[in-house]
């Protein structure tokens, strides 16, 4: 009986995959069990009496078990019977991505492509199945045959991810100038390919792409990149207000590098003391005590120091700037003190030549 109410389910699955959306049948939620015994059941029958139908219905459990990897005796099956066609690629596809087979992907994707060529999802499919399957050197030159191909903004789009996930830095900058060429003002672009122009010190392009579109960028770190972009082009003052009526700590740690380096040293520690109430952190400790000391605020900047090596006795960085703070307070302690021993010479008024 329970073999009789298999098989009618499985041919009430075919029948209803063959019909419109409209006419198709609804089918019952089933566990996993289910359509384990289903499987098991109908490999039975297979193996007593093969047939197009049973082989059909073992294929449809696979996929709906996620194909596990006895599911390649049937596909095998199906294409000995069926040759290279779009569904048994698609089958197989399905079956090596669920079992990490990238380079039985890459190869099968390889004699699509010889007889039919890949539509751009293909192409993608194999790109990616390289980069897993190792083969990175293949994948760069799989990309670049993806982009001539497909020249749009999410081919570019796709390209300089890729690039990125095999740390191509050559790739995934020429892909982005090429995404930013077609789609100005590009938002992944912004977010991804802007900070590695500024790293870079592509200063002015950084700043056209960010101010390509009609409105300017909204938002702190489209602002923040705008305003280390207007920095880097020595538009210190400017950087500096675009991203002063932010108050996260990122833009305070920005603001007060960039006041003590036009040497407004007291704004520069405002901005680290409005940090101190919400995050006492070392590095926060750290910088402030690293202003005070360029300042010439040495005794608060030494406190600072031995404050975090007292809390980290490990903190050989902070151990040695506080006994070099404590040498140049001692020389400058000196210094006042031979002045102050200094005896001060009798200036005797000069003698008029008769």
Not at 179 to 184: A, M, T
Not at 217 to 230: D, K, N, V
Request: aromatic content about 10%.
């Amino acid at each position: 009986m329970q073999r009789i109410i298999i098989l009618f389910l499985g041919v009430t699955i075919l029948w209803s995959c063959g019909q419109s959306n409209d006419q198709r049948i609804e089918m019952p939620t089933v566990n996993t069990d289910f359509y384990q015994r289903a499987l098991a059941e109908l490999k039975s029958v297979y193996d007593e009496k093969p047939s197009d139908k049973t082989l059909r219905q073992i294929l449809f459990y696979c996929e709906k078990l996620d194909w596990p990897e006895s599911s390649i005796t049937y596909l095998d099956v199906y294409l000995e019977k069926y040759g290279l066609n779009k569904q048994s690629v698609a089958m197989f596809l399905q079956y090596y991505l669920s079992n990490e087979k990238h380079s039985d992907l890459v190869s099968l994707l390889d004699r699509w492509e010889f007889y039919h060529g890949l539509d751009e999802e293909l192409a993608q499919y194999r790109i990616k199945s390289s980069i897993k399957g190792v083969d990175k050197l293949s994948a760069i030159g799989l990309i670049r045959e993806y982009v001539d191909q497909f020249k749009s903004k999410d081919s570019y789009e796709f390209a300089a991810m890729q690039s990125i996930e095999i740390k191509d830095s050559v790739g995934q900058m020429r892909y982005f100038q090429q995404l930013v060429n077609l789609d100005p003002g590009n938002r992944l672009a912004e977010r991804l390919y802007v900070p590695q122009l500024i790293q870079q010190g592509y200063f002015n392009k950084a700043y056209e792409i960010l101010t390509a579109g009609d409105e300017q960028p909204e938002g702190f770190e489209r602002t923040l990149l705008l305003a280390r972009a207007l920095h880097g082009m020595d538009s210190v003052e400017q950087a500096i207000d675009l991203i002063k009526p932010y108050d996260q700590s990122e833009s305070l740690v920005q603001l007060a590098d960039w006041y003590r380096e036009i040497g407004r040293y007291d704004s520069a520690i405002n901005c680290v003391n409005a940090i101190l109430l919400e995050d006492s952190s070392r590095n926060v400790v750290f910088l402030k005590a690293d202003i005070q000391e360029e300042r010439g605020w040495l005794s608060s900047s030494y406190a600072l120091f031995n404050t975090l090596v007292s809390r980290d006795t490990t903190d050989s960085i902070a151990s040695q700037r506080a006994q070099i703070v404590a040498r140049k307070i001692a020389y400058l302690r000196r210094l006042r003190e031979e002045q102050e021993r200094m005896p001060i010479p009798e200036l005797q008024p000069k003698k008029l030549v008769e």
